[in-house]
């Protein structure tokens, strides 16, 4: 004969999903705070790129 359970930390309770909803958020919102600080130095990327980095992207074009 087997005997067979439900685990009392089902994946699908209501609790849980509250819980990872709360990380979800907190996760966005240090996303945030990380984007915030790097700005400046994706824009000044943008728009000024090193000679390095176009030598770098003409020469992986050119292998494909």
């Known amino acids: 004969?087997?005997?067979?359970?439900?685990?009392?930390?089902?994946?699908n309770s209501p609790m849980?999903?509250?819980?990872?909803l709360k990380t979800d958020i907190e996760s966005?919102?240090?996303l945030d705070l990380f984007y915030d600080q790097i700005?400046?130095?994706l824009d000044r990327l943008a728009k000024d790129?090193?000679?390095?980095t176009i030598k770098k992207i003409l020469a992986y074009s050119r292998i494909k």
Request: hydrophobic letters at 20%.
């Open 49 to 52: 790129p090193q000679d390095e």
């Open 16 to 20: 849980q999903n509250m819980f990872q």
């Open 1 to 11: 004969m087997t005997k067979t359970s439900t685990s009392n930390t089902s994946v």
């Open 28 to 30: 966005v919102t240090e």
């Open 39 to 41: 700005k400046g130095k």
